[in-house]
C-alpha cells in the first residue's frame, strides 16, 4: 500500500547518500501503556510494530517500555535505557510529566529526545529535548480564533492540576486578556478522580460564555460529561489531548458539540486536497487500522509515526558524525533533529530551530467539533 512504498522509498534514497553502515541504532522508548494515560500509550506502542527495522541500510532496534503514567518510573525507564541498554535517543513518554521526568535524563546522559507529549522545559534543558505534539500556544490560538468569532466574552477553565494544565493556562491566558475575554473560574482536577462535582458546580454557577476542559484521553470526559449532567449550555472546549476514541466511548452523548483543536491527520479524509499532510495522513491511518481495526486510529498513534519520520531523516546525516552507541553518534543526531526542515508529517509539518524544539506551525492544526459520535472538521 501507499504508506508502506513510502517509507520503504525514503529508506532506499536515504540509503544512497548514508556513510557506511555501523553498528544498529537503538531507540529508546518509555510510554504509559497502562495508567490514566493507558488511551495516549497505547496506540503510540502500537505503533512500534509497524517501523521497519532499518533506516539508510542502518538496522535499527526498538525496546520499548511502560510506565504507567508514573514521572518516577518514567525517570527509571530513561536511566535504565541510557546507561544498560546503551540507546541513541530517547522517545517518550506519553503524558507531560513522565515527559518532563524523562527529560531530566536525556540532559544529564546528553541523549536526544523525541517527546510524545508537549511538555515544557527551563530554557537551560531544552537542548536535548524535542516535541512531537503541537505546542499548546498554537492549539490555543485556533480556539482564541473560535471564541472570537462567535462573540465568546468570558471563559471557565478545569484542567489536570498538573504540569499538562498549568501549559494551557499559561498558553491561553495572555491571548484571553489580548481578546478581552474574562477568564474564570479556573477549576482543577487529578488525571485519576472520579468526580469533579464540586469543580462543575462552581463552573455551572458563574455561567461563564464557555468552558475549557484540558485532560486527556477518558479522564477528559469527566468534566464533560459532568457539565452536561448538570445543565451547562455553553460551549465545550476541549484540547487536542482528548482526540482519542476514549474519550469518544466514555463521554458518549455528552460529547456532542465539544469543540477541540486537532493534527489534520485525525480527520485526514475532510482536509483539503492541498494539505501536506492529507496523502501521508491517509496512508498511515489506513496501515494502522488494517493491523489494529476499524476506528481504532487515535491522533496519539500520528505522534508516535511523526517522531520516526523525523529520525528517518535524522539518522543517515548522523552517521556521517559518529558511530551509533557513541557519543559522537547522539550529539550528531540531536543536531540533524534540530536541523530538520520540511518534513512532511501526520501532524503537520516540522521545522525544528535553535529556537524552537516543537517545530510546527498552523498547518499542524485544525478545528473539529464533535458531532454524532465522530469528527467533523470546521470551517471547510
Not at 459532568?226 to 472546549?237: A, N, P
Amino acid at each position: 500500500m501507499r504508506f508502506t512504498k513510502l517509507v520503504m522509498a525514503a529508506s532506499v534514497a536515504a540509503m544512497f547518500a548514508a556513510a557506511p553502515a555501523f553498528a544498529q541504532v537503538k531507540v529508546g522508548v518509555s510510554l504509559s501503556a497502562t495508567g490514566p494515560a493507558a488511551a495516549l500509550g497505547i496506540p503510540e506502542k502500537n505503533v512500534f510494530a509497524l517501523l521497519p527495522g532499518e533506516v539508510a541500510g542502518q538496522k535499527i532496534e526498538y525496546i520499548v517500555l511502560d510506565d504507567a503514567t508514573d514521572p518516577s518510573l518514567g525517570t527509571k525507564n530513561a536511566r535504565k535505557l541510557v546507561s544498560e541498554d546503551k540507546v541513541d535517543v530517547l522517545i517518550g513518554s506519553s503524558a507531560t510529566p513522565a515527559s518532563a521526568a524523562i527529560a531530566e535524563v536525556a540532559n544529564e546522559s546528553q541523549t536526544p529526545q523525541l517527546a510524545l507529549a508537549p511538555v515544557t522545559v527551563p530554557a537551560d534543558k531544552e537542548t536535548w529535548v524535542f516535541r512531537l505534539p503541537q505546542p499548546n500556544r498554537v492549539m490555543a490560538s485556533a480556539l482564541i480564533e473560535h471564541m472570537k468569532k462567535t462573540g465568546v466574552k468570558s471563559l471557565g477553565f478545569i484542567g489536570y492540576s498538573d504540569a499538562y494544565g498549568e501549559d494551557w493556562i499559561n498558553a491561553i491566558k495572555p491571548m484571553l486578556e489580548k481578546e478581552g475575554i474574562k477568564f474564570g473560574p479556573v477549576e482543577r482536577f487529578n488525571r485519576t478522580d472520579t468526580s469533579v462535582s464540586g469543580q462543575v458546580l462552581k463552573l455551572v454557577s458563574a455561567r461563564p460564555d464557555a468552558v475549557l476542559v484540558v485532560g486527556s484521553g477518558s479522564p477528559a470526559a469527566l468534566p464533560q460529561s459532568s457539565l452536561v449532567e448538570r445543565g451547562y449550555k455553553g460551549q465545550i472546549y476541549q484540547t487536542h489531548a482528548a482526540a482519542n476514541p476514549a474519550f469518544l466511548r466514555v463521554a458518549g452523548k455528552a460529547a456532542e458539540g465539544a469543540i477541540m483543536p486537532i493534527g489534520p491527520v485525525v480527520v485526514a479524509d475532510q482536509v483539503a486536497a492541498s494539505h501536506p499532510s492529507k496523502r501521508i495522513g491517509q496512508d498511515f491511518v489506513k496501515t494502522y487500522e488494517a493491523k489494529y481495526g476499524e476506528n481504532s486510529f487515535s491522533s496519539f498513534a500520528g505522534h508516535a509515526y511523526d517522531a520516526f519520520l523525523l529520525l528517518q531523516q535524522a539518522i543517515p546525516v548522523a552517521l556521517k558524525g559518529g558511530k551509533p552507541g557513541t557519543p559522537e553518534f547522539r550529539k550528531a543526531l540531536r543536531d540533524a533533529i534540530e536541523a530538520s526542515k520540511e518534513v512532511v508529517a501526520t501532524h503537520g509539518v516540522y521545522n525544528m530551530s535553535t529556537g524552537d524544539h516543537f517545530g510546527t506551525d498552523e498547518r499542524a492544526r485544525v478545528l473539529i467539533k464533535v458531532e454524532n459520535g465522530g469528527y467533523k472538521l470546521l470551517g471547510n
